[in-house]
């Protein structure tokens, strides 16, 4: 599975973006699909994460901002991320997990190689 995300850029604290994650190599709607981050310093963390059948999973600090879609017809996730701030400046990364699609980034089969969300203040 190769997968390219898209999308990031710079935008003012409470700011929206939409990243894009397209899949190719595997048939899409069988993994689950999910979004980590790596800011300087820190741990690569999880996001959110979507399954099979578009159920979601998001992390407490991004509960009620972000939101993360699938549209498996055109092999893409979505990460929707809104009232920006600037501690969600990091690279954000796409990742697929054929088994379960938990948090933690080792179980994860595949990864794109990221996108630079930067948050000004």
């Known amino acids: 599975v190769q997968l390219v995300e898209s999308g990031g850029g710079l935008v003012q604290a409470g700011g929206s973006l939409r990243l894009s994650c397209l899949a190719s190599?595997?048939?899409?709607?069988?993994?689950?699909m999910g979004w980590f981050r790596h800011a300087p310093g820190k741990e690569r963390e999880f996001v959110a994460v979507?399954?099979?059948?578009?159920?979601?999973r998001l992390a407490n600090s991004v509960k009620g901002r972000f939101t993360i879609s699938r549209d498996n017809a055109k092999s893409t996730v979505y990460l929707q991320m809104n009232s920006l701030k600037p501690e969600n400046t990091a690279v954000y990364y796409c990742?697929?997990?054929?088994?379960?699609?938990?948090?933690?980034?080792?179980?994860?089969?595949?990864w794109g190689q990221g996108t630079q969300v930067t948050v000004s203040s």
């Open positions: 990742a697929a997990d054929a088994a379960y699609g938990g948090v933690t980034k080792s179980s994860y089969d595949y």
């Open positions: 190599g595997a048939t899409c709607s069988t993994y689950y």
């Open positions: 979507v399954s099979r059948s578009g159920i979601m």
